[in-house]
């Protein structure tokens, strides 16, 4: 009976071996499938990785070739659909526009390396190569593919836009060329079929720019090989006819391959301890995943997000504005947006500090946040400019000016910032998307034109989107293109008022005042291309001409002053002190002979700089005017703060001197003020004798105006002070007899 116990005993632990061992086989097989499964799928993973990035590069080398002449498109419609490439070409066939226009642009090789106009016989008119005229034949060059171009873009005048691009072969290699008649910017071409133009743009797709194309889109090894080269991937290159041009052909990464290579013997490793911690690794990874998620969501919230104000950024912003735009296009509804920018923020910042700054940005952010309609999303763009937009069923602006006008009062009340109180208004351009037919960044363009607008009106107001500001603001454009260049080539010219004595009325100086001529146009007023110049930061280079200009003519009066006026932007540089002193030195022009006149509208806004810039300028020893006094902000703290060497009477308190008796009142007490204070007195705009006799007897010491005469010529002024000195020469030799 034991025996059989025994033998019982022994089966069981046979039996529980077996299966143990059998459960331990079966683990290790699966262990080992496992194993092998994991390993042929990093295997397929790794080949599938290392084709998808070979795939990845050839879509993209073909993006970066089509980008390369998608950019030469762009350029060659900017430069054939011009207004003025259609009036110079077929007009009076200005070759000096046409040099400047397509020459000049060549010979960086930004945007085109050769400019070639051509007739309707593709007879060469002009060729530029490299910013060089080209003398080598049109064929000799690039080939005779280029007039496959030619014809293609000839053909379109009815289909379609005149213009036809593609690769070429050139003597110089393979291009980009596109060919397109010129016309006018609507379309129209001014001439009939018979006696058009053609402009060709060449830009050679040289080793250069194939490796910019390398590093931009990040494909290894780039280059560019004959047609009959044999590669795994390349992209093949032809020409308008189909002809093979060449192959570009990179270096595989194989990431796949190295990915394999490193996690391999990481994953036998791992392989061995799923089992153990696959439950424990599943919880925590739910939990982490979970966890994850919800800070994910958390993320792209704030993404969306001004940190400061709370409102939505600009990111938010465009999301709206293309929710509300497709919403619009599917109910027939109207999106307003509001561009808001805050007159005078900056002017606050500078005086307060950001501190200040970032609480005003707060509360305006939320009085708005009270102003707009239930289902208008508020954005802060960044500084200080804000955006509203909102849906409506009005298709026109009323709602949007209704809300407007709730701004511009609330912005109009003053606001407490902690212990100070400021006043700040805002620009406001509004534009709409009627049945969502504008797209968000259209609307956004349009908005943000009308806000610069009403900037430019005078601020504190709103000013609704008009198709002529898009031809307002073109003109602009190349009324700064040509101010920069008659600025750069010295077009500009001179003029000089005579600042005369008031008791001998003999001149003592001369203002100098700069005049535009501009071609084709005719004289240009400084009110249009003074604040052009200002608001381009052209101001800069066109002070410092017109100080050296006068400068220099001021050689020739040696017992002259000459004053120049100094705007607000070269004040504001902290180098332009220097630039001073280089002028005096080139010019060998005595500093005490030299002021600078400044208005009092950016002493009000930057006393500090202004007094900084006033100290460095006297320690060169050139005088130093207040100018306009009386026409604004007039202070004797001003005067007393920043020891003017001399202060100009503004004409609005000279004009009616003779008629109003409260404009004597305040003549004579403005003039005795500045004797209080030993500070020279001029006085501008006398336009009739008996106004300058009642100025001279107010105390004034220096006259100025039409009376005593007109902006004038170098050469007239030179004259005139030749005969005030001849007459003083006799004056002397008769008193002597």
Known sequence: MGAVFESLRQSTQVGRHSIVTAVLITFAVVVAVVTLMVLTAIGRVADYS????????????VGALKTFQGQLEATLHDHSARNDAAKNVYGKDDQGWVAGNYGDISSNGALFDTAIIVDDNNKPIVAFHDGEPMTAKVEDVLGTA???????????????????????????????????????????????????????LVRYFDAARIKMLSNIYVISGLKLVPAETVARYA???????????????????????????????????????????????LILGSLAGRRLRAEEVQARQGSLRDRLSGLLNREGLRLDVDRLVERARADRSNVLLLYLDLDGFKEINDAYGHGTGDQLIRAVAAGLSVLVPPQASLARLGGDEFAIVFPTTEL??????????????????PLEIGRRVVVVGASIGIASSAEGRIDREELVRRADLAMYKAKEAGRARMTCYETAMDAHREERNVLELDLRRAIETEELTLVYQPLVDASSCEMTGVEALVRWNRPG????????????????????????FVLRKACEAAQ????????????????????FADYVRSVLNSTEIEAGRVTLEITEGYIIQNPERTRQSIERLKMLGVKVALDDFGSGFSSIGYLRQFGFDRIKIDRSLTMNVLEDSRAREMLRATVALARSLDIPVTAEGIEIEEQGRALQNFGCDELQGYFYGKPMPEAEITKRFSIQKAAALDEERGAAA
């Open 556 to 575: 020739q009066w040696p017992d002259l002053r000459v004053a120049v006026n100094v705007s607000p932007g070269q004040f504001r540089n902290p180098a």
């Open 235 to 281: 992209v093949s290159i032809v020409d308008p006819l189909g002809k093979p041009l060449g192959r570009l052909v990179w270096n595989s990464r194989e990431p796949g391959d190295q990915s394999y290579q490193q996690v391999r013997p990481l994953v036998l490793g791992a392989l061995g301890l799923v089992g153990l911690f696959f439950v424990v690794l």
């Open 146 to 200: 280029i007039w496959a171009l030619v014809e293609q873009a000839r053909r379109t005048l009815v289909t379609g836009v005149p213009e036809a691009s593609g690769y070429i072969m050139t003597s110089n290699g393979i291009a980009a060329v596109g060919a397109a008649t010129i016309r006018e910017r609507s379309g129209r071409i001014p001439v009939p079929e018979g006696k058009r133009r053609y402009l060709i």
């Open 521 to 544: 146009h005719g004289p240009i007023s400084p009110e249009i291309f003074i604040p052009v110049a200002e608001t381009t930061g052209l101001i800069e280079a066109l002070g410092l």
């Open 396 to 413: 026109n602006d009323a709602p949007a000016l209704r809300l407007a006008e709730q701004v511009l009062d609330f912005l109009s009340e």
């Open 50 to 61: 290392n084709k998808l990035d070979d795939e990845r590069s050839w879509e993209t080398t």
